[in-house]
């Protein structure tokens, strides 16, 4: 079994989260030191001939990091251009960029590349989606009937960039028509100290120990009660998760990088056993980019020898 580790992160042009300096030599040296398998990187700058050392991003961290690259530029200026992508300590097979933009103030694409990792053709789509809901919906159509049309149900598979999804209605349409599940949602190992959604959770609270009542009340049942911990304030943070259907855990905060709140950055994937997922808060992340970065353990079964 392999397991790679996989990091998500828009690295601002790289530039510094208030934007008055360059930030790609601390970028470079945190990734560096994170190890990752493969980098999905939105709004990286793919040509800049106002700066000249900001120029040819991609480039210079696959050289950094002894990786190889894919560069899909989608917005382009006269003197500069930047897009989506991904770096792979893996052989990237193939690449393509789709165009994706809804309307002519933004530019967006998907970047589509198919990395090999021993037997397995993994599917790495690096997305960076519009600020307007009605273009995401569009936006999310088109990567959706992309996939269907190219990706075999049986190859694995990983969505990530930023959605900027702040109200959080994309993940539906993943879900039913693509069989993903978002990693923050499902991993045994999450690293941010999240609280599932207070609403539900009070919830399956009341509901519950209603339920407990109802059996104590019932001797004929008094031998299946439910066994749940004492509640007081300090522990119930553990019931609401102890009670909390992982798939309604909500998307890791990413956004502003110095104090995140909102979920804006994403990662799906098919095919995988989650191993562990965090969003790298603090410094240096905090200073590299309005964004922070999610950083994922996955693992990758041996395809199964065939019958």
Known sequence: MTVLRIVSYNIHKGKTALGRRSSLLDLSAGLSGLKADLVFLQEIQGRNEKERHQHAQPALLAGHLHMEVAYGCNAIRKKTDHGNALLSKYEIIDHENEDISDHKLEQRGVLHARVKI???????????????????????????????????????????????????????FFAEELGVHEVFAQTPLRLDDELPRMKVSFKRLWDTFSFRKLMETEKKLRSQRMKLPEISLKTLPKVLKHLQDPEELPPARTFPAAFPWLRLDRMYQRGFEIRSAQVLKGRPWSKISDHAPICVELALAKPQAAA
Do not use: Y
């Open 118 to 172: 021993g037997e397995h053709c993994i599917h790495c789509f690096v997305v960076h989606l519009g600020l307007f809901h009605g273009s995401r919906i569009r936006q999310v159509a088109a990567i959706i009937e992309r996939i269907k049309r190219l990706v075999p149900e049986d190859e694995p598979l990983i969505i990530a960039g930023d959605f900027n999804d702040w109200n959080e209605k994309l993940a539906p």
